[in-house]
Nanobody, 106 residues
Framework: QVHLVESGGVSVQAGGSLRLSCQAS????????MRWMRQGQWVASITSSG??LYADSVKGRFTISRDDEKNTLYLQMNSLKPEDTGMYFC?????WGQGTQVTVSS
């Protein structure tokens, strides 16, 4: 059974950094395309071959990665802006986690 659990969301000030984690079970992260979403908007993707794609709004500030040994997906978020505020979800296909809240204050 596919299970995704996000963590790492907190309240930070603008300019700060966070790293979100998504622990996966029931499948191998490295075998699938994975993505991070923010309240219905696509943020970043990593393909099974390791290629990465980013929304223009986060390009150069966010980095998506995975740890194959830990079967975990990450989103490193730097130079955070108030508009980055939202509930972040990791997903694989139609499978989603419960989300983790990120709040960036100015």
């Amino acid at each position: 059974q596919v299970h995704l659990v996000e963590s790492g969301g907190v309240s930070v000030q603008a300019g700060g950094s966070l790293r979100l984690s998504c622990q996966a079970s029931g499948f191998t992260v490295s075998s699938y395309n994975m993505r991070w979403m923010r309240q219905g908007q696509w943020v970043a993707s990593i393909t099974s071959s390791g290629g990465t794609l980013y929304a223009d709004s986060v390009k150069g500030r966010f980095t998506i990665s995975r740890d194959d040994e830990k079967n975990t997906l990450y989103l490193q978020m730097n130079s955070l802006k108030p508009e980055d505020t939202g509930m972040y979800f990791c997903s694989m296909g139609d499978n989603w986690g419960q989300g983790t809240q990120v709040t960036v204050s100015s």
